[in-house]
């Protein structure tokens, strides 16, 4: 099979057939180009990671110490609820990786830092500039659209001195029914990550999409013939 006609099959395997294409070259074997940028729904932050190898191996190896997140949720699984907790930070670095089952938006110190609503596609976040000397806020806004919910969190913040602090989701976040409301109760621990129904969703994210998810292409040109 030829380039060109591989390029071709790939093309349509990944977008359709829905083209919205800009031709050059009229004449018989010129090559005919394609410019767009498609866009593929999952999780959304407003400081993405830093994402070379010797970043995310590092990262890696620190997202996989430290205390294990929980799974967490209010009272209902198909209620609606604002999943609080504080911390204090005094960080050189920060990142934090949290996914929720089904519809997730963070925020941090009040100001909105990622959305979600594809648990297989976590929110991964550089949250250093977010944070402030002295007591913090993470608060996730949550709902659920059916099956089973819940949401998991883990943050690692670089100390000063080389070594690692976290604040993970567990039996000490509260549930309130809004960010604004002075109510709030335990959380209920649905599950440590790594268990069922949804694995290790934040190492699977590292090692790639799963399968049938295609990596959103900042700018695709492919060739076709």
Same mark, same amino acid.
Request: hydrophobic share 45%; with cysteine.
């Given at each position: 099979?030829?380039?060109?006609?591989?390029?071709?099959?790939?093309?349509?395997?990944?977008?359709?057939?829905?083209?919205?294409?800009?031709?050059?070259?009229?004449?018989?074997?010129?090559?005919?180009?394609?410019?767009?940028?498609?866009?593929?729904?999952?999780?959304?932050?407003?400081?993405?990671?830093?994402?070379?190898?010797?970043?995310?191996?590092?990262?890696?190896?620190?997202?996989?110490?430290?205390?294990?997140?929980?799974?967490?949720?209010?009272?209902?699984?198909?209620?609606?609820?604002?999943?609080?907790?504080?911390?204090?930070?005094?960080?050189?670095?920060?990142?934090?990786?949290?996914?929720?089952?089904?519809?997730?938006?963070?925020?941090?110190?009040?100001?909105?830092?990622?959305?979600?609503?594809?648990?297989?596609? =976590?929110?991964?976040?550089?949250?250093?500039?977010?944070?402030? =000397?002295?007591?913090?806020?993470?608060?996730?806004?949550?709902?659920? #659209?059916?099956? =089973?919910?819940?949401?998991?969190?883990?943050?690692?913040?670089?100390?000063?001195?080389?070594?690692?602090?976290?604040?993970?989701?567990?039996?000490?976040? #509260?549930?309130? =029914?809004?960010?604004?409301?002075?109510?709030?109760?335990?959380?209920?621990?649905?599950?440590?990550?790594?268990?069922?129904?949804?694995?290790?969703?934040?190492?699977?994210?590292?090692?790639?999409?799963?399968?049938?998810?295609?990596?959103?292409?900042?700018?695709?040109?492919?060739?076709?013939?």
């Amino acid at each position: 099979m030829s380039f060109d006609a591989l390029a071709r099959r790939i093309w349509i395997a990944a977008f359709g057939l829905t083209w919205l294409s800009s031709w050059s070259g009229s004449a018989k074997g010129d090559e005919k180009f394609f410019t767009q940028q498609p866009e593929i729904a999952g999780a959304e932050a407003l400081e993405p990671a830093a994402n070379s190898a010797a970043n995310s191996a590092a990262d890696a190896k620190r997202f996989a110490a430290g205390p294990t997140s929980v799974w967490i949720w209010g009272a209902e699984s198909n209620g609606k609820y604002a999943l609080r907790t504080t911390f204090d930070a005094t960080a050189k670095a920060a990142r934090l990786k949290a996914s929720c089952d089904n519809v997730l938006t963070l925020y941090l110190n009040g100001k909105r830092i990622a959305s979600s609503n594809d648990w297989q596609q =976590p929110a991964d976040i550089d949250v250093q500039k977010f944070l402030k =000397p002295g007591k913090n806020e993470l608060a996730a806004e949550v709902e659920n #659209q059916g099956g =089973p919910a819940g949401f998991v969190l883990k943050l690692a913040m670089t100390l000063a001195d080389g070594k690692t602090q976290y604040v993970v989701s567990d039996a000490s976040w #509260q549930a309130a =029914p809004s960010r604004g409301s002075d109510q709030s109760a335990p959380v209920r621990q649905i599950a440590k990550l790594g268990d069922s129904p949804w694995g290790d969703v934040f190492s699977a994210a590292a090692a790639g999409p799963p399968a049938g998810i295609f990596l959103t292409l900042s700018d695709c040109r492919c060739v076709v013939s």
